[in-house]
């Protein structure tokens, strides 16, 4: 079942996200990332969180991940709830999801930049996720401006 390329990601997941500023400094954040089964266990809805200090955290974004079986196509949209937008990352018409045994790669295009995210399994308890951006359509690439590391909790 294809859906299973994001199974990894149900569960509690907490870890250190690196987001690199425009002064080319990076900043560390804690992270809460969530994943559950949803629609009757035909998707994947996933959560992420900034954690403060003093332990309260802050939306900020979930994803819904689908795989119609008949069409044989993905649909996963983000909803980025910080900065109030939703975007489409994979459809019918647009992005892919592609797997390669412990990697899943999410490629999708907004118009203005094309985006590959890249989810990297080193054991059932403990991903990387890195998101890489271009701006000239896919000529050359800002590899890891955002990078999570992970592990399971729950």
């Known amino acids: 079942m294809e859906l299973d390329a994001f199974s990894f990601l149900v569960g509690k997941w907490k870890g250190i996200a690196r987001v690199r500023l425009e002064s080319g400094e990076y900043r560390e954040d804690d992270v809460l990332w969530i994943g559950r089964y949803v629609l009757d266990g035909m998707a994947i809805a996933d959560e992420g969180y900034s954690v403060g200090l003093g332990g309260a955290s802050t939306l ?3 994803s819904i991940r689908f795989f119609d079986p008949r ?6 949209d983000f909803v980025n709830v910080a900065s109030s937008f939703v975007r489409r ?3 019918l018409r647009t992005g892919s999801v592609h797997v390669d045994g412990t990697s899943v790669v999410v490629s999708c295009g907004d118009g ?8 990297q399994l080193s054991s059932k308890d ?4 890195r998101a890489d951006l271009s701006r000239d359509g896919g000529k050359s690439w800002d590899t890891g ?8 909790v729950e």
Do not use: D, H
């Open 126 to 129: 403990k991903f990387a996720y």
């Open 145 to 152: 401006p955002y990078e999570m590391t992970l592990t399971r």
């Open 71 to 76: 069409s044989r196509s993905w649909t996963i």
């Open 112 to 119: 203005t930049a094309m985006i590959r995210e890249f989810y």
């Open 60 to 62: 900020g974004g979930y």
């Open 89 to 91: 990352q994979v459809n």
